[in-house]
C-alpha cells in the first residue's frame, strides 16, 4: 500500500488575480466579469432585497394601515405545570409573571397548557388556561378568576 495519499501537502495554488493580464490566468479583456452590463462595472454592487429591476416584494405587498400589523411579533406567552412548579408564587397573573422575570415583558398575552403534573395550590388572575390545565388547578383546590 502506497503512503503517498497519507502525506501532508507542502504547497499552496496562490488565488487568481483578476484584470492583471492574460498571464494572471483569468485577466485581459474582460477578466471574468463577462461583456456589458451592471456587473462588469466597477463599484458593481447590488442590495441584497434588488430583484433586477422588477417591482420588490415590498413594494407588492400591501400595506396595511394601523398597528394590528404587529401583533403576531407579540405572541402568547406559553407556561407549563412544570414552569409553575418551579415559582414560589401562589398568585399568578400578568403583572406577577413580567415582575418576577418568569415571562418577557414583552408579551401582552399568557397561557398555562397542562403539561407535567402540577403539585400545589394556586390562584390563577386574568390568564388564558386550556381545559385540562383549568380541570387540574381546579381539582387541587385552587382557583381560575
Known amino acids: 500500500m502506497s503512503l503517498f495519499n ?3 501537502k507542502t ?3 496562490s488565488a487568481k488575480r483578476l484584470g492583471r493580464g492574460y498571464g494572471s490566468g483569468k485577466g485581459g479583456h474582460t477578466a471574468g466579469r463577462g461583456q456589458k452590463g451592471q456587473g462588469s462595472r466597477t463599484g458593481f454592487k447590488v442590495p441584497l432585497w434588488f430583484e ?3 417591482l420588490p416584494l ?3 405587498l400591501p400595506m396595511w394601515r394601523g398597528k394590528s400589523r404587529f401583533e403576531n411579533l407579540k405572541p402568547t406567552a406559553e407556561l407549563t405545570f412544570d414552569d409553575i412548579n418551579a415559582m414560589d408564587l401562589e398568585e399568578i397573573s400578568l403583572d406577577t ?3 418576577n422575570k418568569i415571562i418577557n415583558p414583552v408579551f401582552k398575552k399568557a397561557k398555562i397548557i397542562k403539561k407535567g403534573k ?3 395550590k394556586i390562584t390563577v388572575k386574568g390568564i388564558a388556561l386550556s381545559e385540562a390545565a383549568k380541570k387540574e388547578i381546579e381539582s387541587l ?3 381560575v378568576e
Do not use: D, F, P
Request: charged letters at 30%; a positive charge.
Open 58 to 60: 415590498t413594494k407588492r
Open 11 to 13: 504547497t499552496t495554488k
Open 6 to 8: 497519507q502525506l501532508q
Open 118 to 120: 402540577l403539585n400545589r
Open 52 to 54: 433586477g429591476g422588477s
Open 141 to 143: 383546590g385552587g382557583k
Open 97 to 99: 409573571l413580567k415582575l
